[in-house]
């Protein structure tokens, strides 16, 4: 019945342009598209014959009602898809992953006009210049007219009546030469208005025109004498001529045409825009367009002009494109450039698409990334029954081989990456022999009396490679400086890999193929290595110390040379004289050859 019924829907349609809606079983819309005959494409879908893809077979098998709307041309075909496209959100249909708001230059509908940066469209008859699709583009051009001009900034009613009752005194920006004072009538609404027709002009793209009235300005005051007023505007000129070298320029009789290419792949599109305005490219944006049922290319870059042009007001006469389109634009010129200037503007076009679609990538590799990372961090914080997740994390070891120059490492990882940059060393100072318990104590003290002083951030987990003594120690650390509360403190002894805590006398043990416990073992282990490289090169330069402490001639920073360059006592008794000489010049080389010889 249900196929009968749209069997009669389509026999109805008629043969002219316009857009149809396809309806599930539960009415909502789930698919939404043009067409210049529309009897035509819709019985396309349904046509046996036809082998359909995959993703439309689907499509077709949930339509269980069809409506359609009549339009006069392709072109109101294509708005009206677009605008039903954004308000239902079909779920079969191209989506648009672009949620951008863009910035506009507002010259304000006022006495003595303010200009400045704006994302909200007001209906109070102030002139709105955009949207541009860079902010940085927006403050550049307004910093370009502020050095320009000496406009006001407050929020002020400088209507006739308030400047006469003195109602608004001279503020800090007039002192700094920022504005003319129009507030206390120091500048007259004629020659504020002549600067905000100058702005227009340049917020326009025409910068020529502002440098041709700007010149006979100048040559009026000259020929006048007046060649400080000259001068001004002469400084004006060459901050415009300035601004305009920095515009990419391509050929001048281009004058108002809108660019578009299209890098697609299997299921992705990435579309750039380009306009251009007297010679000049003054917009660029890219956008990602997701296929839903493997849309042609034809539809994707119809849907994608109607759609960055509506966005971004453009009302250029002519597009520049790789392709025809699906359907024609009225009133708008379209050109496929095979050679010439306009063909080097849709390869630029499509450079830019290309470097959009690798930056795209890029960012989804590494929200991929992020989500196994934010995944880990949960289940570590599960595990160890942790307040919030340990985005930062801190572990100490203790070294002392053979009794002799104790040392601590402290390893920082974040984001369960290490931070090398913030490793840190520790000389052991205030214990005598061995004792890890007294040396991490003190560590962890230095560690986070320093972190406290210089306000940082204080990790959510901090690792003892140790057991039940050495997590009582640190504890010691943390009370004294009142943080117990404030991060999460664990030890992990290394004979069984069992997980202590402060106050618990039964250990925490982790399935051996638990992700937190692989990751808590690579921290200690990073930890322990950090640790006995230093303590390595101490005894080395310890050792090195003591005998070459015997040569006369050899001070601390020629011993600093040879630890260096030779790590140890007996390579460097074995070394010739000319390394030697090499390292610390003939004469201490010398001294250390004859030394080492007798």
């Known amino acids: 019945m249900i196929r009968e019924k749209l069997r009669n829907i389509i026999k109805a349609l008629p043969g002219r342009p316009g857009i149809y809606q396809f309806f599930d079983k539960s009415g909502n819309i789930i698919y939404i598209g043009k067409a210049k005959d529309l009897k035509k494409r819709v019985s396309s879908y349904f046509t046996i014959s036809k082998?359909?893809?995959?993703?439309?077979?689907?499509?077709?098998?949930k339509i269980e009602n069809i409506k359609y709307v009549v339009v006069e041309n392709e072109s109101d075909a294509l708005l009206l898809e677009n605008n039903f496209i954004k308000k239902y959100l079909p779920r079969y249909n191209v989506l648009l992953k672009d949620d951008k708001t863009f910035p506009w230059i507002c010259i304000k509908n006022e006495r003595f006009p303010r200009v400045f940066l704006t994302r909200r469209l007001e209906k109070d008859g102030s002139q709105y210049f955009g949207p541009y699709t860079s902010a940085m583009m927006v403050r550049t051009l307004i910093d370009l007219i502020r050095q320009l001009y000496k406009l006001r900034n407050c929020k002020f009613n400088l209507s006739e009546e308030n400047i006469e009752k003195r109602k608004y005194k001279l503020c800090l920006e007039y002192h700094l030469e920022n504005c003319k004072g129009p507030c206390e009538n120091l500048q007259t609404e004629e020659d504020y208005d002549d600067s905000i027709k100058q702005i227009r002009q340049i917020l326009k793209g025409n910068l020529q025109s502002v440098i041709y009235y700007l010149k006979n300005l100048m040559h009026q005051f000259a020929s006048k004498y007046k060649y400080e007023e000259a001068e001004i505007v002469k400084k004006k000129i060459e901050i415009l001529e300035k601004f305009k070298s920095k515009s990419t320029v391509v050929n001048p009789n281009i004058k108002n045409v809108d660019v578009f290419s299209m890098d697609d792949e299997e299921n992705v599109a990435y579309v750039n825009f380009l306009k251009i305005v007297n010679g000049a490219i003054i917009q660029s944006h890219s956008v990602?367009?997701?296929?839903?049922i493997e849309e042609k290319r034809e539809e994707l870059l119809s849907y994608a002009i109607v759609e960055i042009r509506e966005r971004l007001k453009s009302d250029s006469d002519e597009i520049i494109l790789p392709i025809k389109p699906d359907i024609s634009f009225n009133n708008i010129k379209i050109t496929v450039p095979k050679k010439g200037d306009k063909k080097k503007l849709l390869d630029l076009s499509l450079r830019n698409a290309r470097n959009y679609k690798l930056e795209r990538e890029r960012q989804k590799a590494d929200s991929k990334v992020d989500s196994r990372i934010e995944k880990l961090l949960h289940t570590v914080k599960e595990d160890l029954r942790l307040k919030e997740l340990p985005h930062h994390m801190e572990c100490f070891d203790i070294s002392n081989i053979q009794g002799t120059n104790p040392v601590a490492s402290c390893v920082v990882f974040r984001n369960t990456k290490p931070s090398k940059k913030e490793y840190r060393h520790f000389i052991i100072k205030t214990v005598k022999g061995i004792n890890d318990f007294a040396s991490i104590e003190e560590v962890v003290y230095r560690r986070f009396k320093r972190l406290i002083e210089d306000e940082e951030s204080l990790?959510?987990?901090?690792?003892?490679?140790?057991?039940?003594?050495?997590?009582?120690?640190?504890?010691?650390?943390?009370?004294?400086?009142?943080?117990?509360?404030?991060l999460r403190l664990i030890g992990i002894a290394k004979r069984l890999e069992e997980i202590y805590f402060p106050g618990d006398s039964v250990a925490l043990y982790l399935n051996k193929n638990s992700q937190s416990l692989k990751l808590i073992q690579t921290i200690r282990n990073e930890a322990h290595r950090f640790g006995i490289t230093f303590h390595r090169s101490r005894r080395i330069k310890s050792a090195l110390d003591s005998e070459l402490n015997n040569i006369p001639g050899v001070g601390d920073r020629t011993m600093q040379k040879l630890i260096e360059k030779f790590g140890s006592i007996n390579s460097l008794k074995k070394t010739d004289l000319g390394q030697l000489i090499k390292v610390v010049g003939e004469k201490k080389a010398r001294i250390l050859f004859d030394f080492f010889r007798e």
């Open 51 to 61: 082998k359909l893809n995959y993703k439309i077979n689907v499509l077709v098998r």
């Open 459 to 486: 990790p959510q987990l901090v690792i003892i490679d140790g057991g039940k003594g050495q997590l009582s120690s640190a504890l010691k650390s943390l009370r004294s400086l009142n943080i117990e509360d404030k």
């Open 288 to 292: 990602e367009l997701v296929k839903r």
